[in-house]
């Protein structure tokens, strides 16, 4: 019973990352395990972009108008991360058409990441567009994880420039192509996005903000109130006085 109850608790890695399993460093390649990449550094680091750009995504304080310029260079970081969701899905069917059997559990999880990372951090640069304060960059947490995503993906880049060029199993040759392909295609992606980084709110026409938060809403919102009132009661005193005139009349 002990046995059995043992191997129950064993996980086999090699169920989760293939033949290889789970391999901190590869003598081989002279690098990080990709594996070990996908698993232990990227999902994390995905998870954590994803849940912090959730957060302020509903956040609705400190709003803003920005210029055109502005609103011009969020859509096309906004465009940047929905291309990089959309290219981790067409990845995952090329190699379920073209190379069966290739992928592992670990390629699965990590695209699921990827995807609902890039859309919900999407969603919050639409939200930057408007709100969370002057910054075009965002807040301080969201560029450091970014930082690490950008960081990751030309580690996996060199990864998979190691693979392709050793590629020591022949029969993920077509995989291998296309995960080559697309690791060169998602750190393009993300230097546009780091082009994105680079204007300042001072560069970008100053002149056009014009901020506020909750607390004047409410202001307007009771001044306005305050005017309807004075108005009905100004309303109803004419009337009345209208009535006494006729009644004297």
């Not at 002279?30 to 594996?35: E, F, K, L, Q, R």
């Not at 698993?39 to 302020?56: D, G, K, R």
């Not at 400190?62 to 310029?69: A, E, G, K, M, N």
């Not at 590629?167 to 546009?192: M, T, W």
């Amino acid at each position: 019973m002990a046995a059995s109850s043992g191997s129950w608790l064993q996980w086999k890695w090699a169920d989760m990352c293939g033949p290889g399993g789970l391999t901190l460093w590869s003598a081989k390649n002279h690098d990080i395990g990709i594996c070990f990449q996908e698993l232990c550094l990227q999902v994390p680091v995905f998870i954590l972009l994803a849940t912090v750009s959730a957060y302020y995504c509903g956040r609705h304080t400190h709003w803003i108008v920005r210029s055109q310029i502005q609103l011009r260079i969020l859509g096309l970081r906004t465009l940047v991360a929905v291309i990089m969701a959309v290219a981790t899905l067409i990845k995952i069917c090329a190699v379920i058409q073209l190379s069966p059997g290739s992928l592992q559990p670990v390629d699965y999880l990590l695209a699921a990441v990827k995807g609902v990372t890039w859309l919900v951090h999407a969603g919050f640069i639409l939200a930057l567009r408007h709100r969370l304060g002057v910054s075009l960059r965002g807040p301080f947490g969201i560029c450091v994880l970014w930082t690490l995503s950008f960081a990751l993906s030309a580690v996996s880049l060199r990864s998979h420039v190691l693979l392709y060029r050793n590629n020591p199993l022949p029969e993920f040759s077509k995989f291998l192509c296309i995960s080559y392909g697309f690791s060169i295609a998602e750190f393009i992606l993300q230097c546009l996005y780091l082009l994105t980084l680079f204007p300042s709110e001072r560069s970008c026409d100053v002149g056009t903000y014009e901020g506020f938060d909750q607390r004047l809403h409410s202001s307007e919102s009771q001044s306005l109130l305050g005017k309807l009132q004075y108005c009905i009661i100004i309303c109803i005193y004419t009337i009345m006085f209208q009535e006494d005139i006729i009644m004297i009349h």
